[in-house]
């Protein structure tokens, strides 16, 4: 029991307590907070292993951490100082520092932390890194095996990225209200990558790609709990990520081979989720400030549906034209094409992507090959071979691989 259970509070508790002694420690000092739970945890190990599980093991580790910091604070008088005139602004050398685990101040460390390290001072890939380590408590091992690099490299970034926060003297605080505006597009941002990288990651760890997207939606939906967060834009993301993520478990195969969207089994996908979807689009809606999330969300919406009628395609097809007019990419262009190809046939869409000329990128070749197939074949699978070349992962060739069957297939029988 205490095997199984230990790891499950690692995950769950973990990264709340050391929120709160990140805040307590600041950034300057991350490495002791982290030292101090996980010798939390390496005691309950041995601990546990001898005595048994206590009656409340959570509470044993939120005691036991509380005991350890202040046991340390006692033999480090600088910090008990520098907490003291910082956090308590107090000059009463005895005064007993309070750490307060209450499940509201570790929400309220959290969104700090998360505020802190969503700063425009560091790039997008380290704020994910960052978030990935410091709010969801993942190891360098996972985060250099989502990332497909080594260990080192997430080394570096993590202390490149601690040492430009520690530069520009940035505190685990909340902004001030009119700061929190506009810092909160780039926490919502950086939310979007994190959960992008688990949805649309092609390793092998699904396991890891999922709690990927549900620390995404976990951090997300802490935004929304908290009265000064809780933006339309932040309830469009959510939505977004419900949407997306009632998928998931439909997009592969038994082999872990990608399933394309229009051969999922519907069966298989979440409605719980895509009821929350629903339900927090119609809240972002409620204002008419409208984002790219907004759409975004609205366009995913219009996928858990899998009737395909004109009627679904030509709002679709609107919600794209909308996207790119409020914040042109050429990905959502490509994405166009294939509502466009929908609404108005292949020969516009084929016009429409030409145009594009993405020629580093393997999904423009893929398209285009899905929008030649029964068109002209012999053209069709030469974007697929285009395509399979540029291909990097082994997932993504596969799916490739399976449609230059197909077209050849479908040109011998023609």
């Known amino acids: 029991m205490q095997q199984e259970l230990l790891p499950q509070l690692f995950k769950t508790e973990y990264r709340k307590i050391v929120s709160v002694l990140y805040k307590l420690f600041g950034l300057d000092y991350i490495e002791i907070a982290e030292d101090i739970v996980s010798d939390v945890f390496l005691l309950a190990s041995e601990t546990w292993g001898l005595k048994g599980l206590p009656e409340n093991p959570t509470a044993w580790l939120y005691t036991v951490s509380k005991n350890r910091t202040k046991d340390y604070l006692k033999r480090h008088t600088f910090f008990q100082q520098k907490i003291q005139s910082e956090i308590i602004n ?79 003297k940035i505190k685990i605080e909340f902004p001030s209200k009119t700061e929190i505006a506009r810092r909160l597009e780039t926490v919502a941002a950086t939310l979007y990558l994190l959960f992008n990288e688990g949805y649309f990651a092609t390793n092998k760890d699904v396991k890891l790609q999922k709690e990927f997207c549900l620390e995404a939606m976990r951090l997300n939906y802490l935004l929304i709990k908290n009265e000064e967060t809780n ?32 051969h999922q089994d519907e069966t298989l996908w979440n409605k719980e989720l895509i009821e929350r979807g629903e339900y927090y689009l119609d809240q972002a809606f409620k204002s008419n400030d409208i984002s790219r999330y907004h759409l975004q969300a609205a366009i995913a919406f219009h996928h858990t549906k899998q009737t395909d ?106």
């Open 231 to 262: 933006l339309p834009f932040i309830n469009a993301l959510f939505s977004l990520m419900c949407f997306h993520s009632s998928r998931f478990d439909a997009r592969l195969n038994e082999n872990g081979e990608s399933i394309l969207y229009q």
């Open 90 to 168: 107090s000059s009463v050398p005895d005064l007993e520092i309070e750490i307060n685990l209450s499940e509201k101040n570790i929400t309220d460390s959290q969104l700090q932390m998360m505020f802190a390290i969503c700063h425009p001072s560091i790039s997008a890939e380290a704020q994910v890194c960052m978030s990935l380590r410091f709010l969801c408590g993942f190891s360098i091992d996972e985060i250099a095996n989502a990332f497909q690099t080594n260990k080192e490299t997430v080394n570096k970034r993590l202390f490149r990225a601690k040492e430009k926060l520690r530069y520009a």
């Open 309 to 414: 009628n004109p009627e679904k395609w030509n709002m679709v097809l609107q919600l794209y034209n909308q996207l790119l007019q409020l914040e042109y990419s050429p990905i959502v262009a490509l994405n166009r094409t294939y509502a466009l190809a929908k609404v108005q046939g292949k020969a516009a869409a084929i016009a429409e992507a030409e145009k594009l000329n993405l020629s580093n990128n393997h999904l423009y070749y893929s398209l285009l090959g899905d929008l030649y197939t029964n068109i002209d074949d012999a053209k069709a699978i030469h974007c697929f071979q285009t395509a399979w070349a540029l291909a990097r992962s082994t997932a993504d060739k596969a799916i490739i691989t399976n449609k230059i069957i197909d077209c050849g297939r479908e040109k011998n029988n023609s």
